[in-house]
């Protein structure tokens, strides 16, 4: 068995910053590639930055120069750093992580999501 715990979430004023983590732990082989998504009301979920096996990163255009994505093979945690936060950043952010339970078996798993709300 496999969690995730994600952690970091709360309301903050436009222009602020937060830091998200999201720890996996259980029977881990081994971490693959990481994610964040968000989906705000009424609105898809999509996807906001990853981290490869090699530390290869990809944002969102929306969030690029603002948000940074890190991850810490050895606690089994990747994390969202977001900074000069706008009311349209408001949303359940998720984590999604590709975990090895044992050679070559990579399963997909969620966060429990944790709410980012930016607001005066």
């Known amino acids: 068995q496999v969690q995730l715990v994600e952690s970091g979430g709360g309301l903050v004023q436009p222009g602020g910053s937060l830091r998200l983590s999201c720890a996996a732990s259980g029977s881990i082989f081994g971490l693959n590639a990481m994610g964040w998504y968000r989906q705000a009301p009424g609105k898809e979920r999509e996807l906001v930055a990853r981290?490869?096996?090699?530390?290869?990163?990809d944002y969102a255009d929306s969030v690029k120069g603002r948000f940074t994505i890190s991850r810490d093979n050895a606690k089994n945690t990747v994390y969202l750093q977001v900074n000069r936060l706008v009311p349209e950043d408001t949303a359940v952010y998720y984590c999604n992580l590709w975990i090895f339970l044992g050679p070559g078996l990579a399963h997909n798993y969620w966060g429990q999501g944790t709410q980012v709300t930016v607001s005066s």
């Open positions: 981290i490869t096996n090699d530390g290869t990163t």
